[in-house]
């Protein structure tokens, strides 16, 4: 049981640069999340889906986009990197019934 | 708005100590709290948790009890063991969204 998958679990991007963070589930939980771990700032939460085809804004959502077009699937997109983007990027899903989160390994991003 | 407060570490224990971390929080609403707990290099796990006032949310000879009165969760475990060695996250959900606390290294030493 694969559970919650994140890939790349490393990834060095240049300023500017373009890239999606991947996110899979095989649980079948309604709600989908993407958090980011700072130093010091614990889990702040990006952007959030409560159902394929409903996406709605966390904490800290400027300078990333994500859509969910199935309940399998809720990719992360950098559109223009900033080193400010550097951090640690944790996908999360939870049944729609259920406040427990399931949180896949993490994808380690530096942004040069 | 929401957010939760845990005391900063790293607390440094021996084995067999007790522990105690401290989580406040600051809520509209009435908001699920929960301890989660991360080992170096994994993803988050739920530790435990409480969907009330005064409940008391268990797990692993962990335990922390929902305080509306003093807007409090805090951790406690009566004997530690060197395998408890991770940094502890305080959360709360309302409306669909989680907050999280700076989290808390533990370290104990044998």
């Known amino acids: 049981n694969a559970g919650v998958t994140q890939t790349p679990k490393f990834q060095v991007l240049k300023t500017g640069q373009s890239m999606t963070l991947q996110c899979a589930q095989d649980?079948?939980?309604?709600?989908m999340s993407w958090y980011r771990q700072d130093p010091g700032m614990g889990l702040r939460l990006i952007h959030y889906?409560?159902?394929?085809?409903?996406?709605d804004q966390g904490e800290v959502p400027n300078g990333y986009n994500v859509s969910r077009s199935t309940t399998e699937d809720f990719p992360l997109r950098l559109l223009s990197a900033a080193p400010s983007q550097t951090s640690v990027y944790f996908c999360?899903?939870?049944?729609?019934?259920?406040?427990?989160?399931?949180f896949g390994a993490g994808t380690r991003l530096s942004v040069l | 708005g929401n957010s939760v407060t845990q005391m900063e570490g790293p607390v440094t224990l021996s084995e067999e100590a007790f522990l105690t971390i401290n989580c406040t929080y600051t809520a509209t609403g009435y908001p699920s709290l929960f301890w989660y707990v991360q080992y170096p290099g994994e993803g988050l796990q739920l530790l435990l948790k409480?969907?009330?006032?005064?409940d008391k949310g268990s797990n692993k000879g962990f335990e922390a009890t929902y305080r509306k009165e003093t807007t409090s969760f805090h951790l406690e475990k009566g004997s530690v063991q060197v395998s408890d060695s991770a940094v502890y996250f305080c959360a709360l959900v309302n409306f669909n969204k989680f907050y999280f606390g700076s989290g808390t290294k533990l370290n104990v030493k044998p």
């Open positions: 409480a969907t009330k006032a005064d």
């Open positions: 889906s409560v159902g394929a085809g409903i996406t």
């Open positions: 649980m079948n939980h309604e709600y």
């Open positions: 999360a899903t939870k049944p729609y019934d259920k406040n427990i989160q399931y």
